[in-house]
């Protein structure tokens, strides 16, 4: 129906704006406390190993040789550094691929860098970072696949359609929120800087309210 239709669009639009949580700042001074449980060796071969593997796959454009250049720079930094200083590097680089990713006009330097900008942020979730691993890992707060699909308008069209109870809308949204409210409480872990978690959790209230009302149209 119309209205099915109309409600089925907004849900969508508003799940794929759905309030992500900041970008991740590190703290030097937070990641020398949270990386004292960490496995040295490990933690910066793992990253080292990462680097590398970019460095074989860099793209032969002068864009891809730019980035190149910055990831040998990285890899160098890595043979004089401690772990905090491995993560700090690392996050840099991985920041450095997104933006590169983002500007890019090169179809296949952007995908490439947003593939690489992933890789080396799992290697900074490895448990062998210790606390400040699982810290990172929980702060890139992926949206669950129950989420994402509700950013498509027929998916929810036909959720709403089906459904035979509350919940069909509001399930996924809670599910997405505590991992956006967990995120947003690692990265003040990590950063040192409070706020993220209300503002988020503040924020998701207004979707909550959004949705409720969508499943009771």
Do not use: C
């Amino acid at each position: 129906t119309p209205i099915l239709d109309s409600i089925a669009r907004d849900i969508a639009n508003d799940a794929s704006q759905a309030p992500p949580p900041p970008p991740i700042e590190l703290s030097p001074d937070r990641l020398k406390k949270l990386t004292q449980d960490a496995d040295g060796p490990t933690a910066i071969g793992t990253v080292q190993q990462t680097l590398n593997g970019l460095l074989e796959q860099v793209p032969p454009t002068p864009e891809g040789y730019e980035l190149a250049y910055k990831i040998r720079l990285a890899r160098q930094n890595l043979e004089r550094t401690d772990v905090a200083g491995t993560m700090q590097t690392a996050h840099e680089l991985a920041q450095e691929l997104r933006q590169t990713a983002a500007i890019s006009v090169d179809p296949t330097l952007q995908s490439w860098a947003q593939r690489q900008a992933v890789t080396t942020e799992e290697a900074l979730s490895n448990e062998a970072f210790g606390s400040a691993g699982a810290a990172y890992s929980l702060a890139r707060n992926l949206p669950s696949e129950a989420f994402q699909a509700l950013s498509d308008p027929e998916q929810t069209r036909e959720l709403l359609r089906r459904a035979d109870g509350k919940g069909v809308l509001l399930k996924p949204l809670a599910e997405q929120k505590d991992a956006a409210v967990s995120a947003a409480s690692a990265i003040e872990l990590l950063s040192g800087q409070k706020g993220a978690k209300r503002l988020i959790d503040q924020q998701y209230r207004e979707l909550e309210n959004k949705f409720a009302e969508a499943e009771n149209a």
